[in-house]
Nanobody
C-alpha cells in the first residue's frame, strides 16, 4: 500500500494562497484516482477535489470551484492542491488519499490510502 505524505499547510490571511503537496512513497499512484479531503473541528471529513491519475480529469466540490486547482506530476509521483482566495471557512486539516473505487470517489470509503493530514488555517 502506498504511503502518502502531505506538506504545505500553514497560517494565511483571508484572500491569500497556499499550495499543498502530497508525495507518494513505497509505491506509485498507479491508475485509479487521487483526491483531497478536509476536516474542520467538529465536522466530518469532506470531499474537496479529485483527479484521475492517468487521464487528468478533475472534479471539485462547489464551495472551492474557481478557487482551488488540483493537479499531479506523474514523474514525481506527487499530487498538488493550489488554493487561492482562501476564506476562513477553508480552515481544516487537509488530507490526500488514493483509491480505485470510482463510484465512491467523493466519499472517504472510496479511498484505501491516506496521508497524515496538514493543517490549513485562514484568518479573517
Amino acid at each position: 500500500q502506498v504511503q502518502l505524505v502531505e506538506s504545505g499547510g500553514g497560517l494565511v490571511q483571508a484572500g491569500g494562497s497556499l499550495r499543498l503537496s502530497c508525495a507518494a512513497s513505497g509505491g506509485t499512484f498507479s491508475g485509479g484516482f487521487v483526491g483531497w479531503f478536509r476536516q474542520a473541528p467538529g465536522k466530518e471529513r469532506e470531499f474537496v477535489a479529485d483527479i484521475s491519475w492517468r487521464g487528468g480529469a478533475t472534479e471539485y466540490t462547489d464551495s472551492v470551484k474557481g478557487r482551488f486547482t488540483i493537479s499531479r506530476d506523474n514523474a514525481k509521483n506527487t499530487l498538488y492542491l493550489q488554493m487561492n482566495s482562501l476564506k476562513p471557512e477553508d480552515t481544516a486539516v487537509y488530507y490526500c488519499a488514493a483509491g480505485q473505487w470510482y463510484a465512491r470517489r467523493w466519499y472517504t470509503d472510496g479511498y484505501d490510502s491516506w496521508g497524515q493530514g496538514t493543517q490549513v488555517t485562514v484568518s479573517s
